[in-house]
């Protein structure tokens, strides 16, 4: 079974400041899916960013960007010029292919100071 | 709007009593699912439908039911609640695609407690 896993439970940085949020993971395949949702305060869960694992490119959302290293399965997210609003708790997910279901990581609580 | 709707959103009850949280989708969406969000642990997959009435359990199904009668609604369903299912839950939904990879989206939560 595959799992994922966030080594940091909670993270703080100053406005504007660059910040980046380590995620790992175990399978076998080789094709598969990586997320990123945000969970603010209000509970939502907000995607954030997607990776596909047979892009080597590594995908971006305006500030936020993710490193990919699939050799070494890991999936990093990088928040760049971070923000107030950007305080939240921060899951990654994996997805096999041919799957419908995410496999979350523990969380990393982000909060960004003023 | 584009959107799943959970209810109720926040819910007391005690030990044994029966409750339902109900949840709706309005994207005609195939697949839904719902996971249980509980500190140190991530989110964690309860029970899934690819279908209208085609269910199957996910990662943590003990002490949960679900039914899928509508395409729109998928309701979770707590037949002797415990404390250890206070929890935070989602339903979540998606269209099904063959190759994976599906964008999901989330209700807003419903947080149990269970005294």
């Known amino acids: 079974a595959q799992t994922v896993t966030q080594s940091q439970p909670e993270m703080s940085v100053q406005e504007a400041e660059t910040v980046t949020l380590s995620c790992t993971y175990d399978?076998?395949?080789?094709?598969?899916?990586l997320f990123w949702y945000k969970q603010p305060p209000s509970r939502q869960m907000i995607l954030v960013i997607r990776q596909e694992a047979y892009k080597q490119q590594n995908a971006t959302e305006n500030r936020f960007s993710v490193n990919f290293q699939k050799a070494a399965k890991s999936f990093s997210l990088k928040i760049s010029d971070s923000q107030l609003g950007d305080t939240a708790m921060y899951f990654c997910a994996f997805m096999s292919q041919g799957a419908q279901k995410l496999v979350f990581g523990q969380g990393t609580r982000l909060t960004i100071n003023p | 709007e584009a959107q799943v709707t959970q209810n109720p959103r926040y819910l007391i009850t005690v030990t044994g009593k029966k409750l339902t949280v109900t949840c709706s989708q309005n994207m005609n969406h195939e697949y839904m699912s719902w996971y249980r969000q509980d500190p140190g642990l991530g989110l964690r997959q309860i029970y899934y439908?690819?279908?209208?009435?085609?269910?199957d359990k996910g990662d943590v199904p003990e002490g949960y039911k679900v039914s899928r009668k509508e395409k729109r609604n998928f309701p979770l369903i707590l037949e002797s609640p415990s404390p250890n299912q206070t929890s935070l839950y989602f339903c979540a939904s998606s269209f099904r695609v063959g190759g994976g990879g599906n964008i999901q989206y989330f209700g807003a939560g419903t947080r149990l407690s269970v005294l």
């Open positions: 399978t076998s395949e080789n094709n598969y899916y």
């Open positions: 439908s690819m279908n209208v009435e085609v269910t």
